[in-house]
């Protein structure tokens, strides 16, 4: 049964560095990429960054200079990491498995809060 | 970066409609094109992938189809749990995802 689970802080200052982990089971990271998706409090899906099974990391255009992606995969886990953070950064974000270009597995999300 | 346009931004029916709901991309996506459910308060769950391919689990009221630039979601039967946001997603360019489709009950 693959799950996914975000965590992380839920509220973040204005100009700081948000750091969330996505923890995965029953599916190995070394065989699977993993992407980051968030959504804007009644707004729709962006797609930010993906590590891929051979632990390269690809980003959105628009948000590139301020993200980085990595994995642990000794502990199942991937990492998201955003500086400079504004309140336009006020999202839901998930992590998803990424199949092909198809995100078949998603986290429940954890919300975060761009405010001072 | 390609553009997903979805229509109707909000649609309302009756149980038992037939619905349609239409995806349209700003280029030629060769069918690399699925389609999402969301509930309120919950994740995406994939419905279709590539176009026309359903999901394990998902019910077959649930189809897709379309080419080229159009793409197209349909309930043949609308049930009531079917109350959702939908939103397609393009991966012949990167990922990029339509706004989505509310659909509520008449």
């Known amino acids: 049964q693959v799950q996914l689970k975000e965590s992380g802080p839920g509220l973040v200052q204005p100009s700081q560095t948000l750091s969330l982990t996505c923890t995965v089971s029953g599916l190995s990271l070394t065989s699977n990429s993993v992407s980051w998706i968030r959504q804007p409090p009644g707004k729709g899906l962006e797609w930010m960054g993906v590590?891929?099974?051979?632990?390269?990391?690809d980003y959105n255009s628009a948000i590139k200079s301020r993200l980085s992606i990595s994995r642990d995969t000794s502990k199942s886990q991937v990492f998201l990491k955003m500086n400079s953070l504004q309140t336009e950064d006020t999202a839901m974000y998930f992590c998803?498995?990424?199949?092909?270009?198809?995100?078949?597995?998603w986290g429940q999300g954890v919300m975060v809060t761009v405010s001072s | 970066d390609i553009q997903m346009t979805q229509s109707p931004s909000l649609l309302s029916a009756s149980v038992g409609d037939r619905v349609t709901l239409s995806c349209k991309a700003s280029q030629n996506i060769y069918k690399y094109l699925n389609w999402y459910q969301q509930k309120l308060g919950e994740a995406p769950k994939l419905l279709i992938y590539y176009t026309n391919s359903l999901q394990t689990g998902i019910p077959s009221r649930f189809s897709g189809s379309g080419s080229g630039t159009d793409y197209t979601l349909t309930i043949s039967s609308l049930q009531p749990e079917d109350v959702a946001t939908y939103f397609c997603?393009?991966?012949?360019?990167?990922?990029?995802f339509g706004a989505g489709t509310k659909l509520e009950l008449k």
């Open positions: 590590i891929w099974s051979n632990g390269g990391t």
């Open positions: 997603q393009q991966y012949n360019s990167w990922y990029t």
């Open positions: 998803a498995s990424n199949y092909a270009g198809v995100f078949d597995y």
